[in-house]
């Protein structure tokens, strides 16, 4: 998954864990025809959210821009398909759950949606450490790896691209230690979803963490 780097303040709230209570998760998520694709660089409002590159050889790619205030109105997308840098293609205003093309083939789009925050603890407070998912693409079953601090209460939930939640995979009252869950790509009435890019929420107190797994078709 695409985690962000910020720049100036906001790399060291993120740091700090310092989500306010009315700041949204974006999730952007990139498609191509036949392509793989890649998210670079998102400038939300004038200020630009370095991408790290989540990896594989996929025709759809999403990217994570933690803590924002509000949903943006202006945002500017660069992104490689094939290899290839594209000119950045700005979206204003830009509206949630809106496909919008990107170049001029109208072969590329990017969609933009918010999930619901977390706040990542990564000093010596953190609550989950060593957090890991594999097989990752999968096409029967993953398995989530995690280290608990200290015992308490776990909830594990699996979302959609579009942010929707999919299942919950645990919800419970934890020992300090080792833990491990399976997740076999089914919702909550066991039904198959769909193949594609999901992502996986585990949170233990204020300690929240989110990583992206690819079901196979």
Same mark, same amino acid.
């Given at each position: 998954?695409?985690?962000?780097?910020?720049?100036?303040?906001?790399?060291?709230?993120?740091? #700090?864990?310092?989500?306010? @209570?009315?700041?949204?998760?974006?999730?952007?998520?990139?498609? $191509?025809?036949?392509?793989?694709?890649?998210?670079?660089?998102?400038?939300?409002?004038?200020?630009?959210?370095?991408?790290?590159?989540?990896?594989?050889?996929?025709?759809?790619?999403?990217?994570?821009?933690?803590?924002?205030?509000?949903?943006?109105?202006?945002?500017?997308?660069?992104? $490689?398909?094939?290899?290839?840098?594209?000119?950045?293609?700005?979206?204003?205003?830009?509206?949630?759950?809106?496909?919008?093309?990107?170049?001029?083939?109208?072969?590329?789009?990017?969609?933009?949606?918010?999930?619901?925050?977390?706040?990542?603890?990564?000093?010596?407070?953190?609550?989950?450490?060593?957090?890991?998912?594999?097989?990752?693409?999968?096409?029967? $079953?993953?398995?989530?790896?995690?280290?608990?601090? #200290?015992?308490?209460?776990?909830?594990?939930?699996?979302?959609?691209?579009?942010?929707?939640?999919?299942?919950?995979?645990?919800?419970?009252?934890?020992?300090?230690?080792?833990?491990?869950?399976?997740?076999?790509?089914?919702? @909550?009435?066991?039904?198959?979803?769909?193949?594609?890019?999901?992502?996986?929420?585990?949170?233990?107190?204020?300690?929240?963490?989110?990583?992206?797994?690819?079901?196979?078709?």
């Amino acid at each position: 998954m695409k985690r962000i780097v910020l720049v100036a303040l906001g790399a060291v709230l993120l740091l #700090a864990g310092a989500a306010r @209570a009315q700041d949204i998760v974006l999730l952007a998520i990139l498609e $191509t025809s036949e392509e793989i694709c890649y998210v670079d660089t998102l400038t939300v409002d004038d200020v630009p959210y370095l991408l790290d590159d989540f990896g594989g050889n996929m025709s759809t790619d999403t990217a994570i821009v933690d803590t924002l205030p509000e949903f943006p109105r202006r945002v500017i997308v660069s992104y $490689t398909i094939d290899g290839i840098r594209m000119e950045p293609s700005e979206i204003n205003p830009c509206d949630p759950d809106v496909r919008y093309p990107l170049g001029t083939t109208e072969m590329t789009w990017i969609t933009f949606t918010r999930i619901e925050p977390g706040i990542e603890e990564t000093g010596p407070a953190a609550m989950v450490r060593g957090l890991s998912v594999a097989p990752n693409p999968f096409s029967a $079953t993953t398995r989530l790896h995690w280290q608990l601090a #200290a015992a308490g209460p776990v909830r594990a939930e699996v979302f959609d691209r579009s942010g929707r939640l999919a299942r919950v995979l645990a919800d419970a009252r934890l020992d300090a230690g080792s833990h491990a869950l399976s997740w076999d790509g089914s919702d @909550a009435r066991g039904d198959r979803v769909e193949p594609g890019v999901y992502f996986l929420r585990l949170s233990a107190g204020q300690d929240s963490r989110l990583l992206k797994v690819v079901l196979a078709p």
